[in-house]
């Protein structure tokens, strides 16, 4: 990679059952282009279901609420350093405008970038 070159991010977020607010943030990070992107949720029965595979594998984790950080740092301490507690409550349907909105907002905010 020469020094113009921009190194891929890992993105993850999280939270509880992988089916609403995590793929909805996934699918817009996505878009971007300039990141690789996942997501898993810490209930049992979760669509995707956090891991330390995806945890040491995440360059950045955006988890939803903040007893998603505490499951994160349940399984990996280490990555206290790389969570981000986005604090969207699990109220919105999967690619709602108003979630969808609420994301732009705050990964512009967290990236530095326009969504």
Request: hydrophobic share 40%.
């Amino acid at each position: 990679m020469n020094g113009s070159e921009k190194a891929v991010e890992r993105v993850l977020f999280v939270c509880t059952g992988n089916m609403d607010r995590s793929p909805t943030a996934e699918a817009l990070l996505k878009r971007k282009g300039d990141y690789e992107v996942k997501s898993a949720g810490t209930w049992l029965y979760a669509a995707r279901r956090i891991s330390l595979d995806l945890i040491e594998w995440a360059d950045l984790i955006f988890v939803m609420e903040e007893h998603h950080r505490d499951v994160v740092l349940g399984i990996c301490r280490g990555a206290e350093n790389k969570t981000v507690v986005l604090g969207i409550p699990d109220r919105y349907p999967r690619n709602s405008p108003q979630l969808i909105g609420i994301l732009k907002a705050k990964l512009s905010e967290h990236l530095g970038i326009d969504l």
